[in-house]
């Protein structure tokens, strides 16, 4: 992982910082893990080195919404992912690149799927989503909110267990 840099970025006012960081995953099966490693190590580095509050709730979240995101890129685009985490406020905000222009598309509820519900799990525990294509692939950005009373999403709802990932169509 790059290590947490702090500096003026795109929506921040001159007078904030913006702590972020990055990385490439190169396609190896180790990503998905290695991606929700970096997310806990970022949030962790976040809170005890600039002193910003962060449940561990948010860092739960997060690299659930890392798994689910890089886990389908993982499966339907070839290449290599970015991933970029920065605070945003009272929010963490994870962007996930990949070769694939294809927008996800939110499936409609069925209890009787198995998997490909990652998408709805994203969903429902980020503050914001957005999805859009670049002139290669296409950018997928989260907002989470850091403390633990900005949102009340229950980890332990089964929506929210078991999570398959999400899928390109």
């Not at 190590?41 to 659930?64: C, K, N, P």
């Not at 290449?79 to 406020?89: K, Q, T």
């Not at 209890?111 to 002139?135: C, K, P």
């Amino acid at each position: 992982m790059n290590s947490v840099s702090a500096g003026g970025g795109s929506g921040v006012a001159p007078h904030e910082q913006a702590l972020s960081t990055e990385v490439a995953l190169d396609g190896g099966t180790a990503d998905i893990g290695r991606a929700r490693d970096l997310a806990a190590a970022f949030l962790t580095e976040v809170q005890a080195g600039h002193g910003v509050v962060v449940s561990q709730r948010a860092v739960h979240l997060t690299q659930l919404v890392v798994s689910e995101l890089v886990t389908n890129s993982r499966k339907y685009a070839p290449g290599p992912v970015l991933m970029d985490l920065r605070i945003v406020g009272d929010a963490v905000e994870v962007a996930v690149w990949d070769s694939n222009s294809v927008l996800l598309v939110a499936r409609g509820a069925d209890a009787g799927r198995i998997g490909q519900h990652g998408l709805e799990i994203v969903m429902a525990v980020a503050q914001s989503f957005e999805a859009r294509r670049d002139l290669i692939g296409k950018r997928i950005t989260i907002r989470i909110a850091l403390s633990d009373d900005s949102d009340n999403t229950d980890m332990h709802h089964p929506a929210l267990r078991g999570a398959a990932c999400c899928s390109s169509n």
